[in-house]
């Protein structure tokens, strides 16, 4: 079963504007980490943003903020002010956690995100 | 400090041959995981070490793909014979162990793997 889910394929946006990438999940552990990933062309993984399922507020690194809606379990990254830069692949994942050391992380299928001038 | 190295950054073999990919993780991370990307696909989970120990491989495909993490520092992972299908970007990440698990994942840049 998905266990992540991003509906979004692709995605465009106006350079300076803001944009939301959609991320819904499906877990049943009470204790989990919402994360995103940042893919260039360039192909490294960048770690952008987390929030755990107990913080109570939202997470916000900069011009990432994470929208986490527990209830309906999503958590949708919004990029503020987008850049030429921020054009890349979007991943959302989550941490489930397997024992007193065991995590895995499981990733979505990714968002493309192209920033027009 | 030191990010999660991974070598080579590209491999290109003919189906049959073998492929040793390697990873370095942040000293310290006793998480090391393996994924892998196939061209315009989902990130698929490989496998997970905590330390020198497999926790999980539930995710490598077939007997052809071997990995190992001796001492427990860098990990090696092993395509034999290869296949065409095998092709794809395979990430290395590592990650310190938390009490709550909160550490995000570093990700190595990848190794590029195309057999042809």
């Known amino acids: 079963a998905q266990k992540i889910t991003q509906t979004q394929p692709g995605m465009f946006v106006q350079e300076k504007e803001a944009v939301t990438l959609d991320c819904t999940y499906d877990?049943?552990?009470?204790?989990?980490?919402l994360f995103w990933y940042k893919q260039p062309s360039s192909g490294e993984m960048i770690f952008l943003i987390y929030?755990?399922?107990?913080?109570?507020q939202n997470a916000t690194e900069g011009r990432y903020s994470l929208n986490f809606q527990k209830a309906r379990k999503s958590a949708n990254l919004v990029i503020s002010a987008s850049q030429l830069g921020d054009s890349a692949m979007y991943f959302c994942?989550?941490?489930?956690?397997?024992?007193?050391?065991?995590?895995?992380?499981?990733f979505g299928p990714g968002t493309r995100l192209s920033v027009l001038p | 400090e030191a990010g999660v190295t991974q070598f080579p950054s590209h491999s290109v073999i003919e189906k049959g041959q073998t492929v040793t990919l390697r990873c370095d993780p942040i000293?310290?991370?006793?998480?090391l995981y393996w994924y892998r990307r196939v061209m315009g696909k989902e990130i698929k989970f490989l496998l997970h070490?905590?330390?020198?120990?497999?926790?999980?491989e539930s995710g490598m495909p077939n007997n052809r793909f071997l990995a190992e993490r001796t001492g427990g520092t860098y990990s090696t992972l092993k395509v034999q014979p290869a296949e065409l299908e095998d092709s794809g970007v395979y990430f290395c990440?590592?990650?310190?162990?938390?009490?709550?698990?909160?550490?995000?994942?570093?990700f190595g840049n990848g190794t590029r793997l195309t057999v042809t």
């Open positions: 990440a590592s990650s310190q162990h938390h009490p709550r698990g909160d550490s995000p994942l570093h």
């Open positions: 877990t049943s552990d009470p204790s989990y980490g």
């Open positions: 929030q755990g399922s107990y913080d109570q």
């Open positions: 994942a989550m941490r489930e956690l397997r024992d007193n050391y065991g995590q895995n992380f499981v």
């Open positions: 000293s310290g991370h006793d998480n």
């Open positions: 070490f905590v330390k020198e120990s497999k926790q999980d």
